[in-house]
């Protein structure tokens, strides 16, 4: 059993968590749920309490009710996945940015690095393509969140298109499916290098290549999401969201592997050292 913290932002959409709270609490999860504001006007908090037998959690700062308790930081520590659906785009826009202005938001801040965070986009057609909105989903991509892409279908604003959250059913199987896979590369450590370095004919020029290290990476966020650990082995010129060891050349990167090899279960070298020396 698995504890699932869900945090419901202020959508139409809202009508289908009661759904997805059965559904995960039928798998043998326990669950919790957080609410915007904006939420309680779409769907009571009643309605979750009935179903999660769980307080739901709106207010950091509510006088007199577990004064022992800091929510923000406790929900997290408890959670073991944390789902935030359905996503709007004000609350997509505030974790991009690290604004932390209600419950549901400082949350996302204080979620430890190994609880995976799930954002579930639900809003109009329009809103969903626009540029900004683009625009910070993929910020929490690169923050190492997991987007559920919304699906086409009627909208509450009688549009028909993209934008439409997927059914309680999927999701509640896709989050199972992140639950179970978290043990996968438990107690398993990878090394992993990635990205071009550079060979250095001068102190001035050098021959490179074009590797971003985006398949390194890609491997990082597979382990992570299965639970393994694992060190990085990169040029300082990747663009790398998780804590590396920089090798600017291809003597370099040998150097680091040999340093640390001894630590690793498994090493991927998607590393794509020059071809000069």
């Given at each position: 059993?698995?504890?699932?913290?869900?945090?419901?932002?202020?959508?139409?959409?809202?009508?289908?968590?009661?759904?997805?709270?059965?559904?995960?609490?039928?798998?043998?999860?326990?669950?919790?749920?957080?609410?915007?504001?904006?939420?309680?006007?779409?769907?009571?908090?009643?309605?979750?309490?009935?179903?999660?037998?769980?307080?739901?959690?709106?207010?950091?700062?509510?006088?007199?009710?577990?004064?022992?308790?800091?929510?923000?930081?406790?929900?997290?520590?408890?959670?073991?996945?944390?789902?935030?659906?359905?996503?709007?785009?004000?609350?997509?826009?505030?974790?991009?940015?690290?604004?932390?202005?209600?419950?549901?938001?400082?949350?996302?801040?204080?979620?430890?690095?190994?609880?995976?965070?799930?954002?579930?986009?639900?809003?109009?057609?329009?809103?969903?393509?626009?540029?900004?909105?683009?625009?910070?989903?993929?910020?929490?991509?690169?923050?190492?969140?997991?987007?559920?892409?919304?699906?086409?279908?009627?909208?509450?604003?009688?549009?028909?298109?993209?934008?439409?959250?997927?059914?309680?059913?999927?999701?509640?199987?896709?989050?199972d499916s992140r639950l179970k896979s978290r043990e996968e590369y438990k107690n398993i450590?990878?090394?992993?290098?990635?990205?071009?370095?550079?060979?250095?004919?001068?102190?001035?020029?050098?021959?490179?290549?074009?590797?971003?290290?985006?398949?390194?990476?890609?491997?990082?966020?597979?382990?992570?999401?299965?639970?393994?650990?694992?060190?990085?082995?990169?040029?300082?010129?990747?663009?790398?969201?998780?804590?590396?060891?920089?090798?600017?050349?291809?003597?370099d990167m040998l150097a680091r592997v040999n340093d640390f090899?001894?630590?690793?279960?498994?090493?991927?070298?998607?590393?794509?050292?020059?071809?000069?020396?």
């Amino acid at each position: 059993m698995s504890n699932v913290l869900i945090g419901v932002t202020g959508g139409i959409a809202c009508y289908k968590i009661p759904s997805l709270c059965r559904r995960l609490l039928d798998k043998g999860h326990s669950v919790r749920v957080i609410m915007t504001e904006a939420a309680t006007k779409f769907i009571t908090p009643l309605t979750f309490e009935s179903l999660t037998h769980e307080r739901v959690y709106i207010d950091d700062f509510r006088e007199g009710e577990e004064p022992d308790n800091i929510y923000h930081i406790d929900l997290v520590k408890w959670a073991d996945v944390f789902v935030i659906a359905p996503a709007t785009a004000n609350t997509i826009a505030k974790i991009s940015y690290g604004i932390a202005d209600n419950l549901l938001t400082s949350s996302v801040l204080a979620k430890p690095d190994d609880v995976p965070l799930i954002v579930v986009p639900s809003m109009n057609t329009v809103m969903y393509e626009s540029r900004q909105n683009q625009n910070n989903l993929a910020g929490l991509y690169e923050l190492g969140y997991e987007i559920v892409d919304p699906v086409i279908g009627n909208l509450a604003c009688k549009d028909v298109g993209i934008g439409k959250m997927p059914e309680p059913e999927d999701l509640a199987d896709l989050v199972d499916s992140r639950l179970k896979s978290r043990e996968e590369y438990k107690n398993i450590n990878f090394l992993i290098t990635a990205g071009g370095t550079k060979e250095y004919i001068d102190p001035v020029r050098f021959i490179s290549n074009k590797s971003s290290g985006k398949m390194g990476l890609a491997f990082c966020d597979s382990v992570k999401k299965r639970g393994g650990s694992f060190r990085l082995i990169c040029p300082s010129s990747v663009e790398a969201h998780y804590p590396a060891v920089f090798a600017d050349t291809a003597g370099d990167m040998l150097a680091r592997v040999n340093d640390f090899i001894s630590e690793c279960d498994i090493l991927i070298m998607a590393g794509a050292g020059g071809g000069y020396k």
